[in-house]
């Protein structure tokens, strides 16, 4: 059913977007120019002045492509002048150019396929008959395509690379686009159509534009050349040098992208039906996996990688395994999707298996909590099964490494269907969920007889110490650590941010010491209530991964605090920006106060220079914790980076408008000339 026109055809696309516009990259100020032009330019065209639209249109879709970024509103917005410029373009004669206008606008918002343009006259009626074909289809305007299977598929020749919008740039966002298209007898693109819901307008326009640059050796049916359906995933080169930025060098930033192509051309395969393909690079898929474990950035990839490993063994019967590693994906993205109709049997069959929530039994099974067993119940006990093996560059960066999880032990002693509750590191959630695979129990007992359980694991077990027994207490340190057991914090603050810039000027490597001084820091900070306490505690583990034992208790609420803070125990997900849980995308946090890392004297004289890269987490009253060196220059210039930024404030990263926590990568660069 079409959709009726307002006073004019385009007036009823100005009742989709809101008055009320949220935040997005574009200002406010930005939008309510744009929608006052947009109104300038549908006057215009009600009086047919075609070439000032069609200039004033174009200019204006250039100026949205650059700063615009994620959202409704934005798509609406940016397809509206689309279309204003499409019905322009059409009243100057220029019909390819309007029709190939009207598609993208079309493929921007789906809801511009039934919005009536008669009212512009021949140049509007000249556009109805093209509405957008769906995935699959033919075009409605012709040509007719041959039979699947009949023809030699088209092959491309020649490609042009997508603007960059300015807005994703700055974003470090680079998603891939999958666009099928019609390529013509004469090898050119016709009639493009995203294969997903747009999730970046800009980034959409870009990469639809720059199919017009395409050209095929096309498609052949008994040696000619004949029209036929191409689908492909187009990756934004400019985009992905920007995202790159934030990646430790070149060489990790190469890996990453890399394994993401990797992924996308074996998921492009199953999707379009050549699953035994597939299936016949189960060995090149499992390799691929296990090479995701070894950096944090790759590892960020390993849901998707486990999805298309877990598709594979299900197209080859190995239904266990399938089910296994679908599960676990789900627990390393746990909006990840898969859509039964794309993947044909095998997707059908993992879309029952979807990861359970905690506290929820299995299907066919009945499980209590230990602490409901009751008197004279036994809780299960573990009996077999290595712990897991940690990723090589965890150890190497004596970075903290735990996952707490829920599992399942069922009256056979075998742990079934673990759901990942907390853990820093997706690298390590995967070695944690293999190595629990393994594990035997002696099942739980009530009266005898065994039966399943909910049982909480965290791994590996703390070994709790106090944290005097952990870190070394000579001299100025041991004056300090006096200081906080009488609970004089402000002096023992003042004494310790003295010796952290002592440490920092000292020749040499003095990780205990760093951490040392961090956490009395941290300890004197949350004795007199300043929300930078856990920063600093977070930063000293990182320095010191022994500090997860660290018992605090001999600190009275100071230490509390500190406990409460540890990232195993805080619940909630945290999100990376550029996620798009259930349809929405998570905007990245803007800085608004902090300053500027300074050199060390002892690092100013040697001519260090370079970039310092750490990750954290910007929670939602915009501090950052759980900080993590991911390159460094010296450890004098590393410390006091770590305890610069735990000073620095953000306007919180947002999903939906609402506030929610981010990893967040943040880079300062140091350089002696300046």
């Not at 322009?88 to 009536?116: C, I, M, P």
């Not at 980034?203 to 720059?210: D, I, K």
């Not at 090589?392 to 056979?412: C, G, K, N, T, Y």
């Not at 853990?423 to 129990?441: D, I, T, Y």
Request: aromatic share 6%.
């Amino acid at each position: 059913m079409r959709t009726s026109c307002l006073s004019a055809a385009l007036g009823l696309a100005f009742s989709l977007i809101p008055v009320q516009l949220p935040a997005q990259s574009a200002s406010e100020k930005d939008f309510a120019r744009w929608r006052a032009e947009l109104q300038v330019q549908e006057e215009r065209l009600r009086r047919q002045e075609w070439k000032v639209v069609a200039k004033n249109a174009r200019n204006l879709v250039e100026e949205m492509v650059d700063g615009l970024l994620v959202g409704q509103t934005s798509a609406t917005m940016l397809a509206l002048a689309v279309v204003q410029q499409a019905v322009a373009e059409s009243g100057l004669g220029h019909q390819e150019e309007a029709v190939w206008l009207l598609h993208l606008a079309q493929n921007l918002d789906v809801r511009y396929r039934d919005v009536t343009l008669g009212s512009y006259g021949p140049a509007g009626a000249g556009l109805e008959r093209f509405r957008l074909r769906q995935p699959g289809e033919a075009p409605a305007a012709g040509p007719k395509l041959p039979a699947e299977g009949s023809y030699q598929p088209p092959r491309v020749l020649r490609q042009k690379d997508p603007k960059t919008p300015n807005a994703l740039a700055h974003a470090r966002i680079a998603p891939d686009v999958e666009v099928e298209m019609v390529v013509g007898p004469d090898g050119q693109v016709l009639e493009p159509v995203l294969v997903d819901e747009p999730k970046y307008p800009s980034l959409v326009f870009a990469v639809l534009e720059s199919l017009r640059g395409w050209r095929f050796e096309p498609a052949r049916a008994s040696g000619v050349p004949v029209p036929a359906l191409f689908r492909t995933r187009i990756w934004h080169a400019g985009l992905e040098k920007a995202a790159a930025a934030s990646f430790p060098d070149r060489r990790a930033a190469e890996a990453f992208f890399g394994s993401k192509r990797r992924l996308a051309e074996l998921d492009d395969r199953l999707r379009s039906r050549e699953a035994q393909a597939v299936q016949a690079k189960i060995q090149e898929i499992q390799k691929l996996v296990a090479e995701l474990r070894e950096s944090e950035r790759q590892a960020t990839l390993l849901a998707l990688g486990l999805r298309t490993l877990a598709l594979a063994e299900a197209g080859m019967g190995r239904r266990d395994e399938a089910v296994w590693h679908w599960q676990a994906a789900q627990n390393l993205q746990p909006d990840l999707a898969l859509d039964p109709a794309a993947y044909g049997e095998a997707g059908a069959f993992l879309a029952q298996h979807k990861l359970r929530r905690r506290n929820e039994a299995p299907a066919g099974i009945e499980a209590v909590a230990v602490s409901d067993l009751g008197a004279g119940s036994t809780p299960p006990r573990k009996v077999a099964g290595d712990e897991p093996v940690v990723p090589a560059f965890l150890e190497e960066s004596r970075a903290l490494h735990w996952v707490r999880l829920q599992a399942v032990i069922d009256s056979r002693g075998l742990v079934v269907e673990p759901v990942v509750l907390a853990g820093r590191s997706k690298a390590m959630q995967w070695a944690a969920l293999e190595a629990v695979r393994a594990w035997r129990f002696e099942p739980a007992r009530r009266e005898g007889q065994p039966v399943a359980v909910f049982l909480d694991l965290q791994i590996p077990p703390r070994v709790e110490r106090p944290l005097a027994e952990i870190v070394p207490l000579a001299g100025e340190l041991g004056s300090v650590h006096a200081l906080l057991l009488q609970q004089q914090w402000g002096e023992a603050r003042t004494r310790a941010i003295a010796l952290l810039q002592s440490v920092a000027e000292e020749d040499g490597a003095h990780p205990e010491r760093s951490a040392a001084a961090l956490a009395f820091l941290a300890l004197a900070d949350a004795g007199s209530g300043s929300p930078s306490a856990a920063c600093y505690w977070h930063s000293a583990q990182s320095l010191a991964g022994e500090l997860y034992h660290a018992n605090l208790d001999a600190y009275g609420a100071a230490g509390a605090l500190l406990e409460a803070s540890n990232p195993w125990k805080v619940e909630g997900r945290i999100l990376r920006v550029g996620e798009s849980p259930a349809g929405e995308t998570v905007m990245r946090p803007e800085k608004i106060g902090g300053s500027v890392p300074q050199y060390t004297t002892r690092d100013r004289r040697a001519g260090v220079r370079g970039t310092i890269i750490i990750e954290g987490v910007v929670g939602e009253d915009g501090r950052l914790s759980q900080l993590q060196l991911l390159k460094g220059l010296s450890p004098g210039l590393d410390l006091m980076t770590l305890i610069t930024l735990c000073g620095w404030r953000f306007k919180p990263a947002t999903l939906d408008g609402r506030p929610v926590q981010v990893h967040y990568a943040l880079s300062t660069s140091f350089d002696v000339s300046h």
